[in-house]
């Protein structure tokens, strides 16, 4: 009676940390790297599935378009400010195959809105900064390296408008924007 009673439990225990809810961590902050940039993050929960990731870095630019055709030197660094939604659509799956979920580590689908001020570093011809925002779905994964080290890439394709008035252009323009990014980073 005392077997029984012992491995009813033991399986019952097991049962309950099986059906565990699966979720997105409640906070999550870090610092990541990548080829074009330096940024702090945070990802906030708004659901089990669904983090809102906000940004402060610099992205590095090397530009080759009508605004910097008359500068030598095009290379410039530019804060930028992002709000990004993120669904983490295969957490479960990965809970149930025995992989790591932690630090929200999964795959997203997310919207990327960000925008780049008129101001940069490192811009040694004084060529005038055009400020942008973009709006770009994008597709990526994220990845722990042992406890504290990360990675991630995504891409995905939408849409940036360019305020370039504002620095004495004649026009402000709009066009379609990709998102390649490549990232290592350590959570805080």
Known sequence: MKKTLLTLTLCGLALIAKSQNVSVEKSTFGLQTGVLGIWAYNE????????????????FGIWETTYYDDFDSPFILTPVIVVEPRFYYNLKKRAENSKRIDGNSGNFIALKTS???????????????VSDFSIIPTLGIRRNIGKRFNYEAGI?????????????YSKNEGGVELNMHLRIGYSL
Request: glycine share 12%; no cysteine.
């Open 44 to 59: 906030a929960k708004l659901s089990n599935s669904i983090a809102l990731r906000t940004e402060l870095g610099f992205d």
């Open 115 to 129: 925008y780049h001020p008129e101001l940069a570093l490192f811009n040694t011809d004084d060529a005038p900064v």
């Open 156 to 168: 995905g394709a939408g849409y940036s408008y360019t305020l370039a008035k504002g620095a004495g």
